[in-house]
T-cell receptor, first 115, second 115 residues
């Protein structure tokens, strides 16, 4: 069975601080995809990144960066120099192709950036 | 990029009436769509998987007769909440799986309030 754990529920940071969101996943499959989504207060889910299990390269996109470590089954997300607009819920999700091709979501991290 | 349109964004209805929510993939054909329900400060809960031309697959505990799902075309899936009650008030969000790569695009969500 696939499972995603996001242990931190709510994280508050002062603007310009960095914040790292942890995502630990469980799967027996060797081929899988990991995702991060942002859900601002308006509710829509905004796609941030997808990473397949064979690509362990870390990625940086502007102030966002991701660290994928298969050895620890983690796919952590860092926001550098946080801004108020980063205040949102961030979800990590896992796709393995099982269970009707569904995504398994973590519980989400509520990030609050204090100006 | 892929776009999924979900309507309405919000709806208020009286107890006992039915409400239909539409989910359209605008620039791609979606053989599989997903319907989620989200309670405040919680993660997305998968309600059902909708496959074009066939019956939806409902998750355990989801009432098929209350939440009717129809996926009549490759670009449209609908969720009808029948005989709505206040406890059906929630945020409903759809997702479509892109056929080529392993991407999932989400609609903007529908906030349903039953009074």
């Amino acid at each position: 069975a696939q499972k995603v754990t996001q242990a931190q529920t709510e994280i508050s940071v002062v603007e310009k601080e960095d914040v790292t969101l942890d995502c630990v996943y469980e799967t027996r499959d060797t081929t899988y995809y990991l995702f991060w989504y942002k859900q601002p207060p308006s509710g829509e889910l905004v796609f941030l990144i997808r990473r397949n299990s064979f690509d362990e390269q870390n990625e940086i996109s502007g102030r966002y960066s991701w660290n994928f470590q298969k050895s620890t089954s983690s796919f952590n997300f860092t926001i550098t120099a946080s801004q108020v607009v980063d205040s949102a819920v961030y979800f990590c999700a896992l796709y393995t192709g099982h269970g009707n091709n569904r995504l398994a979501f973590g519980k989400g991290n509520q990030v609050v950036v204090i100006p | 990029g892929a776009v999924v349109s979900q309507h309405p964004s919000w709806v208020i209805c009286k107890s006992g009436t039915s409400v239909k929510i539409e989910c359209r993939s605008l620039d791609f054909q979606a053989t599989t769509m997903f319907w989620y329900r989200q309670f405040p400060k919680q993660s997305l809960m998968l309600m059902a998987t909708s496959n074009e031309g066939s019956k939806a697959t409902y998750e355990q505990g989801v009432e098929k007769d209350k939440f009717l799902i129809n996926h009549a075309s490759l670009t449209l899936s609908t969720l009808t909440v029948t005989s709505a009650h206040p406890e059906d008030s929630s945020f409903y969000i759809c997702s479509a799986r892109e056929p080529v790569d392993y991407g999932y695009t989400f609609g903007s969500g529908t906030r349903l309030t039953v009074v």
